[in-house]
């Protein structure tokens, strides 16, 4: 039954964000006037199929994500959807009115508009993950949690060496806080059991270098932090929800840019890169747990793919804009071999990353340490 919820938790969790970023190329296009020739949920053969205004809305056999075709874009899913337009006007008696194909290919659209269409994508991914936070912060019992100190515990050492009650904590190490989880977060990420804080206290923002923590050991012997402090919560109101769905929108965006300059500085090891087995298995332990957390877990991820779609890489959804960028400033287009170089090479690191994020993560399945 695990394996059989975990199945199901992954393919709604992968649909939900695959398909809400297809979408997102999909309206930008339709709105820029651009023709899309198909708009698909799911991958493979066709169950079903309506042509409507010119673009073909189906359902495919395989329940996971799905693609837009833009008309002149170079891709797979366009070049799959121009057999199938071709397959369906050799068999169709009524093919589509030529009248009713209004929208213009995509090269011919303006260079702004053709950035948008590449760049809605990830941005419905952020709209997604901004209204599941809204949900969460919404359904949660508690009050929400705030960044304001309520009391420091007798005799802690963060009291001892500069917090007070009714500091607000406005950074950690020189990051802004957005929400109570960045304040966990970079206490975590400190070495030495202390950290600088910038607060606000009586209006006035104040520097506070080297506050330190207490510390305890497990039964086997590795060192924890106790904070030795609590916050005020906040009272939910609708505008409070919206405030805290936003700025936890931003702490996970941080945390996801995070992981990849600690990635490259050689601070996290790339060991410890997950593919799609570590997606599913970390899915199924979510769902195990229950709604809520397997809606974070969503939340998380779509952001990340957000995020991770607009770096300008030219596989890519940033790196088509940079091309778009250099031919809006330079008035000519990258030319399309070169293009077409870059998008293969960049193809094939994200491939072998990807098999090697996945080598990974059977060794720690296997191993147990997951």
């Known amino acids: 039954m695990s394996v059989f919820i975990t199945l199901i938790a992954a393919l709604v969790v992968f649909s939900a964000v695959i398909a809400i970023h297809e979408f997102g190329h999909f309206a930008v296009a339709k709105l820029c006037g651009i023709q899309v020739n198909e708009f698909s949920i799911g ?6 199929k309506k042509v409507h205004k010119g673009t073909q809305y189906s359902l495919r056999v395989l329940p996971v994500g799905g693609f837009v075709a833009l008309e002149g874009e170079e ?13 369906r006007e050799a068999e169709d008696a009524n093919p589509i009115p030529p009248e009713q194909r209004t929208g ?20 419905m991914n952020f709209v997604l993950g901004f209204v599941v936070l809204i949900i969460l912060v919404a359904a949660q019992d508690d009050a929400i949690t ?52 910038t607060v606000k206290r009586d209006g006035q923002k104040v520097e506070l270098p080297d506050v330190q923590f207490d510390t305890w050991q497990d039964e086997n012997g590795e060192t924890h932090m106790t904070l030795g402090f609590s916050v005020y919560g906040i ?19 941080r945390i996801v840019f995070t992981s990849l300059a600690d990635l490259l500085r050689g601070r996290e090891s790339i060991n410890n890169l997950s593919g799609p087995v570590g997606i599913v298995t970390a899915i199924g332990q979510a769902a195990s747990y229950g709604w809520q957390d397997l809606l974070e877990l969503l939340a998380l991820i ?11 890489f030219p596989a890519l959804d940033g790196g088509k804009v940079v091309f778009l960028i250099v031919e809006g400033v330079t008035g000519r287009a990258v030319p399309e071999k070169l293009q077409s170089v870059l998008t293969i090479a960049a193809f094939g690191l994200l491939f072998g990353l990807m098999i090697f994020a996945t080598y990974n993560d059977i060794v720690r399945l296997v191993t147990g340490a997951m």
Do not use: H
């Open 43 to 48: 991958m493979g053969p066709t169950l079903w």
């Open 75 to 87: 891709s797979p899913e366009s070049r799959q959807a121009e057999d199938t337009r071709a397959e």
């Open 104 to 123: 213009i290919p995509l090269p011919e659209a303006p260079v702004w508009q053709r950035a948008l269409v590449m760049a809605a994508g990830a941005f």
């Open 146 to 197: 705030s960044k304001t100190v309520y009391a420091v515990q007798d005799g802690a050492l963060c009291g001892q060496t500069g917090l007070q009650a009714g500091d607000e904590i406005l950074a950690v190490n020189g990051r802004r806080c957005f929400v109570a989880n960045d304040i966990l977060y970079e206490l975590v990420r400190t070495e030495a059991y202390r950290a600088d804080f």
């Open 235 to 253: 009272e939910k109101t609708p505008l409070s929800v919206l405030k805290e769905a936003w700025n936890s929108t931003l702490y996970y965006g």
């Open 302 to 312: 779509t952001i990340n793919l957000g995020i991770f779609n607009l770096l300008p």
